[in-house]
């Protein structure tokens, strides 16, 4: 069935959305739009007002189990430098009045009002998200829910296969364009922690939250944190060095130039490297491109590419430690035969074994190299 969740009873069918009422036992809200730079506007219609809506759906269902939210452990993103707690914190003004103006802006006013509206937050989506958060707590009533922060989510260690990434948002993204020879610098310091996850272990960490909801119903919402910077910590500067390495062995076939990239924590500093090392040759490139006949194309790019650095600095350059004791405790509650099947303990992660696989993903799930989705065992598990 086909739904949005900015619409009203979700985008459903009425037909469809009585079928969910009558027969859902579980439901994982992962609906949202996870772009930084989205007009406050939209990004209240889908991550707040749809997830009252997911709320109202759940309250309606006769069979739920459980419920699980999915929300960014950057939900508390001013707190930089200090340990986040599984817990949702207490904020000084009124949820529902934030709504309420959101909702009666146009986009263009959105837009206008989106710094002061924010705060201290660096954008629309931890916002969006902190605001959802505080409005699950006042409107869940005897919900059997749970929230799930994931940190940045990397490629799978295990499955569906090893590396499997589907989309450049965020690190991927940045990754992906270093290894293609046109990334060689970040406004970012290589002391600070880069909070990665792979994918599979935040699959297997909401499924057993699951289940431990259904099994351990109560009032209270137990939040748990998706992430590695409190148990098994990894740093910019290793992920620069790896992301070098490694496709300096194996670059992709469309890589333009030798890989190398710099984190440079000032911001002034960072914008020369740019203009010289990436605007420059990207209108080199284009100035060719013309003279051959064909329409430019690169500097477009390198726009694109400096935005995209511009708007992940306040994570590279600040540091966050996410404590994990609730998922350390559902990780505990597990059986010997249900943790090998939903193994999501970050202590077991060897960053030097998933990072090659992380990389190589990219190049075939992303660049679509090497990759025959013919082949039986991948087709399968895709």
Same mark, same amino acid.
């Given at each position: 069935? %086909?739904?949005?969740?900015?619409?009203?009873?979700?985008?459903?069918?009425?037909?469809?959305?009585?079928?969910?009422?009558?027969?859902?036992?579980?439901?994982?809200?992962?609906?949202?739009?996870?772009?930084?730079?989205?007009?406050?506007?939209?990004?209240?219609?889908?991550?707040?007002?749809?997830?009252?809506?997911?709320?109202?759906?759940?309250?309606?269902?006769?069979?739920?189990?459980?419920?699980?939210?999915?929300?960014?452990?950057?939900?508390?993103?001013?707190?930089?430098?200090? %340990?986040?707690?599984?817990?949702?914190?207490? #904020?000084?003004?009124?949820?529902?009045?934030? @709504?309420?103006?959101?909702?009666?802006?146009?986009?263009?006013?959105?837009?206008?009002?989106?710094?002061?509206?924010?705060?201290?937050?660096?954008?629309?989506?931890?916002?969006?998200?902190? @605001?959802?958060?505080? #409005?699950?707590?006042?409107?869940?009533?005897?919900?059997?829910?749970?929230?799930?922060?994931?940190?940045?989510?990397? !490629?799978?260690?295990?499955?569906?296969?090893?590396?499997?990434?589907?989309?450049?948002? !965020?690190?991927?993204?940045?990754?992906?364009?270093?290894?293609?020879?046109?990334?060689? =610098?970040?406004?970012?310091?290589?002391?600070?922690?880069?909070?990665?996850?792979?994918?599979?272990?935040?699959?297997?960490?909401?499924?057993?939250?699951?289940?431990?909801?259904?099994?351990?119903?109560?009032?209270?919402?137990? *939040?748990?944190?998706?992430?590695?910077?409190?148990?098994?910590?990894?740093?910019?500067?290793?992920?620069?060095?790896?992301?070098?390495?490694?496709?300096?062995?194996?670059?992709?076939?469309?890589?333009?130039?030798?890989?190398? =990239?710099?984190?440079?924590?000032?911001?002034?500093?960072?914008?020369?490297?740019?203009?010289?090392?990436?605007?420059?040759?990207?209108?080199?490139?284009?100035?060719?491109?013309?003279?051959?006949?064909?329409?430019?194309?690169?500097?477009?790019?390198?726009?694109?590419?400096?935005?995209?650095?511009?708007?992940?600095?306040?994570?590279?350059?600040?540091?966050? *430690?996410?404590?994990?004791?609730?998922?350390?405790?559902?990780?505990?509650?597990?059986?010997?035969?249900?943790?090998?099947?939903?193994?999501?303990?970050?202590?077991?992660?060897?960053? %030097?074994?998933?990072?090659?696989?992380?990389?190589?993903?990219?190049?075939?799930?992303?660049?679509?190299?090497?990759?025959?989705?013919?082949?039986?065992?991948?087709?399968?598990?895709?």
């Amino acid at each position: 069935m %086909e739904g949005d969740v900015s619409k009203s009873k979700l985008g459903l069918t009425p037909t469809d959305y009585e079928y969910v009422v009558q027969n859902a036992t579980c439901i994982f809200h992962m609906a949202a739009t996870t772009t930084f730079t989205e007009n406050l506007k939209i990004a209240f219609e889908i991550n707040v007002n749809g997830t009252q809506r997911v709320i109202s759906l759940a309250k309606s269902c006769k069979n739920l189990t459980s419920i699980i939210y999915i929300s960014t452990c950057y939900t508390n993103a001013p707190r930089f430098g200090t %340990e986040i707690r599984e817990k949702v914190y207490p #904020i000084n003004f009124d949820p529902y009045e934030v @709504i309420k103006q959101v909702n009666g802006m146009t986009y263009e006013e959105a837009d206008k009002a989106t710094t002061h509206t924010i705060r201290e937050h660096p954008n629309t989506y931890t916002f969006s998200k902190m @605001i959802a958060e505080h #409005i699950i707590l006042e409107e869940k009533e005897n919900l059997p829910l749970a929230i799930i922060r994931p940190s940045i989510i990397g !490629g799978a260690f295990r499955f569906p296969v090893p590396g499997w990434v589907d989309s450049p948002i !965020g690190a991927s993204g940045l990754i992906a364009a270093a290894s293609l020879g046109v990334l060689h =610098c970040m406004n970012g310091r290589g002391s600070n922690i880069v909070d990665f996850v792979p994918v599979d272990f935040v699959a297997d960490q909401i499924l057993a939250s699951a289940w431990s909801i259904a099994e351990n119903p109560g009032d209270r919402v137990p *939040i748990y944190h998706a992430s590695s910077s409190f148990r098994n910590p990894y740093y910019w500067e290793h992920l620069r060095s790896a992301v070098v390495g490694y496709y300096r062995r194996r670059p992709p076939k469309k890589n333009m130039s030798r890989v190398w =990239c710099l984190l440079i924590p000032r911001r002034p500093v960072f914008y020369v490297f740019h203009f010289f090392f990436t605007q420059l040759p990207a209108t080199l490139r284009d100035t060719s491109r013309i003279m051959k006949g064909k329409p430019p194309k690169m500097i477009a790019k390198s726009k694109m590419l400096l935005k995209a650095c511009v708007s992940l600095s306040f994570f590279t350059l600040h540091n966050w *430690i996410f404590a994990n004791h609730n998922t350390q405790a559902l990780l505990d509650s597990l059986n010997e035969i249900d943790v090998k099947k939903f193994n999501f303990d970050i202590t077991q992660l060897n960053w %030097e074994l998933w990072c090659p696989l992380f990389f190589e993903g990219i190049k075939k799930y992303l660049f679509k190299e090497d990759l025959d989705l013919q082949e039986p065992i991948v087709k399968s598990k895709l």
